[in-house]
């Protein structure tokens, strides 16, 4: 796919900035204790109790996105579900700081359900409440934005078989006391193959993470050729201790065959200490299209800057203009 000819580049000193990485999407780093980022949702949630959906309706609550999911509050789901055959009750014991929810009982409203607006932007914390259903303690993903419980709708949906669907050409949440929860498809998940290349090449004013959606062999070559002055993209024989081979190496099997069936998301980094690792952790292609990324920060760790491409293997499951989100959250090796 590459010209063996290209293994043979100068790496250029003088960097011009017009050949700046393009960037697709904005990305976000979020630190040991730090809040994560969420906002206001832009779907349209419509809610259905009897199986041929007669009475399907819009409703508007209070919903937030964070890493490419929706969450609701407990409160407002019990309200739409309430009255079909997979309602439930909600009950918080203020001193022992617990939310209980009982499957099959009628829930009691206690104003203020299915009401507001969510902040354009606003800080989420994962909750200190213990979550029970039906007197077990799950674990469910559940955040705390502005003083109230936003719980992961799928989660929710998972835990008392109700069922949640998304289409992703409406950009439309369905949710139904009728019908039980479907697991996500692959797709929906999105299945995903990722190779972690340190490319180094540190350059003032360069802001990250970058996020770059290749939907062909010739992007590929392009991005290749705008930015080997910037980056080392060279073939390896010697490797670093985390990476297998040389970006070179790496995109040798994105050719013209493979993009017939997929795409690349390439995600460029930067960080303080050659010793972070990456991994990706999720690849969301439904709701908001993003990426997760575990920042793995050793205890002791060298103090050398370092750039890394992180290539991600995808079906072809992104808009060729998507604005992929690109989340990267610090946790300690």
């Known amino acids: 796919m590459i010209m063996k000819k290209l293994f043979s580049f100068l790496l250029t000193l003088s960097v011009c900035a017009a050949l700046l990485v393009p960037a697709s999407a904005a990305g976000m780093i979020i630190s040991d204790g730090d809040p994560l980022y969420a906002e206001a949702t832009n779907d349209a949630i419509v809610v259905s ?9 819009l409703v508007r609550p209070a919903v937030y996105k964070i890493k490419g999911n929706n969450y609701f509050k407990l409160r407002d789901v019990a309200m739409m579900l309430n009255g079909s055959e997979r309602q439930f009750s909600v009950d918080y014991d203020d001193a022992a700081k617990t939310v209980s929810i009982t499957s099959g009982k009628p829930y009691e409203a206690i104003g203020g359900e299915l009401t507001g607006t969510a902040s354009a932007i606003a800080s989420a914390r994962p909750t200190n409440n213990a979550i029970l259903i039906d007197g077990e303690t799950v674990t469910l993903a559940v955040f705390k934005i502005g003083g109230a419980n936003y719980f992961r709708l799928r989660d929710l949906g998972k835990a008392l078989d109700f069922h949640v669907g998304y289409d992703d050409e409406t950009k439309t949440v369905s949710i139904s006391g009728a019908r039980g929860y479907e697991e996500e498809t692959a797709s929906e998940k999105g299945s995903f193959e990722a190779q972690y290349i340190r490319t180094n090449g540190y350059h003032d004013g360069m802001s990250y993470p970058r996020v770059t959606l290749i939907d062909s062999a010739e992007e590929l070559n392009r991005y290749y050729d705008e930015n080997r002055v910037l980056y080392d993209f060279s073939h390896k024989e010697k490797v670093y201790s985390d990476t297998t081979v040389g970006f070179i190496d790496a995109i040798e099997q994105y050719d013209g065959a493979w993009f017939r069936d997929h795409q690349l998301v ?7 200490s050659g010793s972070v690792r990456h991994k990706v952790t999720e690849v969301n292609a439904r709701e908001e299209p993003s990426v997760i990324i575990a920042r793995l920060v050793p205890e002791v760790g060298t103090d050398d800057m370092a750039e890394w491409h992180i290539l991600i293997g995808v079906e072809r499951v992104f808009d060729a203009d998507a604005e992929i989100r690109v989340v990267v959250e610090s946790t300690r090796m």
């Open 266 to 272: 390439l995600v460029l980094l930067e960080e303080g």
């Open 49 to 57: 109790n009897s199986a041929d959906l007669p009475d399907a309706h």
